[in-house]
């Protein structure tokens, strides 16, 4: 029985260093996949110039690839363009945008994958159906077309509205009694890109400051009036019914030079029944025309499309952050994958000590009616039952659970009874063969890591935001001087009022005779009009100087600030990425250590 006894004491070491091994594997697969994550290959693209640095003693960093806008939007519409332009249908810009419902169907690699009621599901069909159907990614790539959407709004002149750079981590991960989701605004985690609110530290309150640009979409604005009054006469000259027609149109367009066009065309026609008035009706046309441009504040091509300059940098920091959210899911369901694998394990193992410890128990109660046994050895042999049974049924409902999560993860539709009720099988195993990172020197991977870190891409073209701000909040400092010119043209046209009164040889009043006011054609006041026979014309300055200008100054400083806590964060990044890297590459080595020394553990127990 004391044989027994030791041989079942080491089959449960076995199943013990087993379960370490396999815990181990499943932690140097997890690390293996952050260092790959880390280093990972980013799509060529123009280089990004690395901000200025003090100087210092160590090496420079390479410049982060910045990478290319890639043709990954939710809908095939490019958000960066107009819906319509006057050479096609006019009507269409005046129209709403339809974006296509999202699909909440899982896609057809799930048909494929379900045999006999369970899914047999390798690493490469999970991470294939994460990307077909992952609810982070969904929601992610709609930012593509949000950032689109506000370079089109910068090309007009407007201010940015700011899209999240952030990652979304709403897919649950780990197991039944660890569980992570993400937070913040949009379900996603903070982010530093773009015009969005700062994360780790930073400031970007002043996002977007100086001078705004002049608006470059050109409108057309019109007033149609008609009116007709009577008022009583208090003198010869005053009172009567008058009736009075206005038609006003005008257009404005603003310019890259940070000048304003504005053309105004007034029209009015009036009748009256007073006889001191000639002409009845009377048509008066009047064009104006004013152009304003800025010499100080606001001057310049560059001010007035700083806006574009930062859209297109936000175009591609959302770019990379989608990349970012690519790479960050599949490292979490790669995690979800070996988790379920070390959950199937776990349920083997704790089937074979329920197995074991059964037999035994079974052999003490053997042993106690023929009276070798004490009763109290086959308490304790049904207690160790007991409690191999019950760490079973755990271990079943954390694997229950287990297969809950991935199918979460990959799914976008749990609502098909033939999904719900299908166990997942995980058909690979951790494999601890060495990979080529382990044995790279780590200043290798370090480098590469710089040169393809989403993040770094992201907090370097944060930084070219963040002097497009300062120079804009610098242009805000001066005072505002603008130039302006106008020209205008007057013409009239009508015919004699037929109650047109005149002064009588008598010395009294009499009706004026006929042609005592010529009649004017409406074309000949228009010709008028445009020929400079009546011009209104000059030019003229506008100046306003603020005595004080407190409030430039503090959101200059601002903007200055904000600017250097930036190059502090892109530094640190650096570090801090060097650091991951180097105990990503430590933590392999000690991983596959931890293993070897638990597969000679087990030998040793058979």
Not at 48 to 60: F, H, R, T
Not at 360 to 382: S, W
Not at 457 to 475: C, F, M, V, Y
């Amino acid at each position: 029985m004391q044989l027994f006894g030791h041989r079942m004491l080491q089959q449960r070491e076995a199943e013990a260093a087993m379960r370490n091994s396999t815990q181990a594997g499943n932690r140097l697969r997890a690390v293996a996949a952050v260092m790959l994550t880390l280093a990972a290959g980013a799509p060529s693209g123009f280089a990004q110039q690395a901000p200025n640095k003090a100087a210092s003693a160590l090496p420079e960093e390479p410049t982060p690839v910045q990478t290319e806008p890639l043709d990954l939007r939710q809908s095939q519409r490019n958000f960066s363009k107009p819906s319509g332009h006057f050479l096609g249908n006019p009507i269409n810009i005046y129209r709403g945008t339809s974006i296509a419902k999202a699909s909440f169907q899982n896609s057809l690699r799930f048909s494929e994958l379900l045999k006999d009621g369970k899914i047999y599901l390798s690493l490469s069909d999970a991470l294939a159906l994460a990307l077909e159907n992952n609810f982070d990614l969904a929601i992610a790539r709609y930012n593509l077309d949000i950032a689109d959407a506000d370079l089109l709004r910068a090309k007009a002149g407007s201010s940015l509205r700011g899209v999240n750079s952030g990652v979304v981590a709403n897919t649950l991960s780990g197991s039944a009694s660890t569980q992570s989701a993400g937070g913040g605004p949009g379900g996603t985690t903070g982010g530093s890109g773009g015009a969005a609110s700062g994360g780790s530290g930073l400031v970007l309150s002043t996002n977007g400051a100086g001078p705004m640009p002049e608006n470059r979409d050109p409108s057309l604005t019109g007033t149609i009036q008609l009116e007709r009054t009577k008022t009583p006469s208090t003198s010869p000259f005053s009172g009567g019914s008058n009736n009075t027609d206005t038609y006003n149109f005008s257009y404005a367009q603003g310019f890259l030079t940070g000048s304003q066009l504005t053309v105004a065309w007034n029209q009015s026609r009036a009748t009256t029944s007073n006889g001191f008035q000639g002409y009845s009706p009377l048509t008066t046309s009047i064009l104006k025309a004013t152009l304003t441009q800025h010499l100080l504040q606001g001057a310049g091509i560059w001010v007035n499309k700083r806006f574009v300059y930062q859209a297109i940098n936000d175009r591609r920091i959302t770019d990379s952050a989608f990349r970012q959210q690519i790479l960050y899911t599949v490292n979490q369901v790669e995690n979800i994958y070996w988790g379920l694998v070390q959950a199937y394990e776990d349920v083997q193992a704790k089937q074979r000590a329920l197995e074991q410890s059964s037999k035994l128990a079974a052999d003490d109660r053997k042993q106690l009616e023929i009276g070798t046994m004490a009763p109290l050895d086959v308490v304790n042999a049904d207690s160790a039952v007991a409690s191999d049974r019950q760490a079973l049924i755990s271990s079943q409902n954390s694997l229950n659970y287990q297969q809950q999560i991935i199918k979460q993860a990959i799914a976008r539709n749990l609502n098909d009874p033939a999904l719900v009720a299908a166990a997942v099988i995980p058909t690979d195993r951790v494999s601890i063969e060495q990979i080529p990172e382990e044995t790279q020197p780590v200043d290798n991977l370090v480098q590469q890591a710089f040169r393809n870190s989403p993040l770094l891409e992201q907090a370097a073209l944060t930084l070219k935001n963040n002097e497009i701000t300062l120079r804009g909040a610098r242009n805000a400092l001066l005072p505002t001087l603008d130039a302006y010119a106008f020209y205008s043209g007057t013409g009239e046209a009508g015919k004699q009022n037929p109650n047109a009164i005149c002064e009588s040889p008598s010395g009294g009043f009499e009706p004026c005779p006929a042609n005592t006011y010529p009649p004017v054609s409406y074309g000949t006041a228009l010709d008028r009009m445009m020929n400079n026979v009546f011009p209104d014309k000059g030019v003229g300055f506008n100046i306003q100087i603020p005595l004080r200008n407190r409030t430039a100054q503090a959101d200059q400083a601002r903007s200055l600030i904000e600017y250097r806590q930036s190059e502090l964060r892109l530094e640190q990044l650096y570090t801090q990425i060097r650091m991951n890297v180097v105990n990503a590459q430590y933590a392999l080595a000690s991983d596959r250590a931890l293993v070897q020394a638990a597969i000679a553990s087990r030998s040793y127990n058979q």
